[in-house]
């Protein structure tokens, strides 16, 4: 199996991205730890893989460190730490119409996230000198954010890119790659119960050149691959499976 013998920590592993990724984890032999602030969201993922789950606040910088220190002193090490955590954001609202919390808050929120689980990991894959750090978002489409009034959340977005950029930069002498997987949308991650979710599926869909959105399935696959040493020459890039809706 792909990831036989790897311990994984998964942030925001409750949810339908995390749930995915932590299931196409466990099934190619990792050894899952599902991280977030809602133990029943989690214990629901980890029940039918055998995951292991902790409430962690991402924003918590004791609580994180607290808990990769027992992941690693549990298993020996931490081979792969992913974050997909959602990040907060108010939308819906001009910028020059937003109170500038309204505005940072994705912003702050995302790189406070990203950069308290990624140095976490980093702080115990370097002295084994190798590991995988995983993000979740990437650069989309340059007008949507001003198209869909989006706020702050694409400036979180680019700020987690420049930081996987530095990251990978700082970590690739010590074997250490960081990644990140961008989809472009997920519609089966939108609840059923969304009103809108047909008509964001269906705008989605035909942004795509290939006339079909990245699955759940299709997320667990490619995070599979990137954690494995099969992406062993992959670092510093952004995994693109956004269908053709973004071309590189």
């Given at each position: 199996?792909?990831?036989?013998?790897?311990?994984?920590?998964?942030?925001?592993?409750?949810?339908?991205?995390?749930?995915?990724?932590?299931?196409?984890?466990a099934?190619?032999?990792?050894?899952?730890?599902?991280?977030?602030?809602?133990?029943?969201?989690?214990?629901?993922?980890?029940?039918?893989?055998?995951?292991?789950?902790?409430e962690?606040?991402?924003?918590?910088?004791?609580?994180?460190d607290?808990?990769?220190?027992?992941?690693?002193?549990?298993?020996?090490?931490?081979?792969?730490?992913?974050?997909?955590?959602?990040?907060?954001?108010?939308?819906?609202?001009?910028?020059?119409?937003?109170?500038?919390?309204?505005?940072?808050?994705?912003?702050?929120?995302?790189?406070?996230?990203?950069?308290?689980?990624?140095?976490?990991?980093?702080?115990?894959?370097?002295?084994?000198?190798?590991?995988?750090i995983?993000?979740?978002?990437?650069?989309?489409?340059?007008?949507?954010?001003?198209?869909?009034?989006?706020?702050?959340?694409v400036?979180?977005?680019?700020?987690?890119?420049?930081?996987?950029?530095?990251?990978?930069?700082?970590?690739?002498?010590y074997?250490?790659?960081?990644?990140?997987?961008?989809?472009?949308?997920?519609?089966?991650?939108?609840?059923?119960?969304?009103?809108?979710?047909?008509?964001?599926?269906?705008?989605?869909?035909?942004?795509?050149?290939?006339?079909?959105?990245?699955?759940?399935?299709?997320?667990?696959?490619?995070?599979?691959?990137?954690?494995?040493?099969?992406?062993?020459?992959?670092?510093?890039?952004?995994?693109?499976?956004?269908?053709?809706?973004?071309?590189?």
């Amino acid at each position: 199996m792909m990831l036989d013998g790897r311990t994984a920590i998964i942030y925001g592993g409750g949810g339908s991205i995390g749930g995915a990724i932590a299931r196409a984890y466990a099934a190619q032999g990792a050894r899952v730890f599902l991280a977030g602030r809602t133990r029943a969201t989690l214990a629901a993922v980890a029940g039918p893989i055998g995951a292991e789950i902790a409430e962690v606040d991402a924003l918590d910088e004791g609580a994180v460190d607290a808990h990769a220190d027992e992941v690693a002193a549990a298993t020996g090490g931490l081979d792969i730490s992913v974050n997909v955590i959602a990040d907060s954001d108010v939308q819906g609202t001009a910028m020059v119409d937003m109170p500038v919390e309204d505005y940072l808050s994705p912003v702050v929120t995302s790189v406070r996230s990203k950069f308290l689980t990624a140095r976490a990991a980093a702080r115990h894959m370097k002295p084994r000198r190798s590991g995988v750090i995983l993000t979740f978002g990437g650069s989309g489409d340059r007008t949507a954010a001003g198209r869909y009034l989006l706020g702050g959340l694409v400036t979180g977005f680019e700020a987690i890119e420049a930081m996987r950029r530095q990251l990978a930069t700082e970590l690739g002498p010590y074997g250490i790659r960081v990644l990140t997987l961008q989809t472009g949308g997920v519609p089966e991650a939108i609840p059923a119960a969304f009103e809108g979710r047909a008509a964001i599926e269906a705008e989605l869909t035909g942004q795509t050149l290939l006339g079909r959105t990245a699955t759940l399935t299709d997320v667990g696959h490619v995070a599979v691959f990137a954690a494995s040493d099969w992406a062993r020459t992959l670092t510093g890039a952004a995994l693109n499976m956004t269908c053709g809706a973004v071309l590189d």
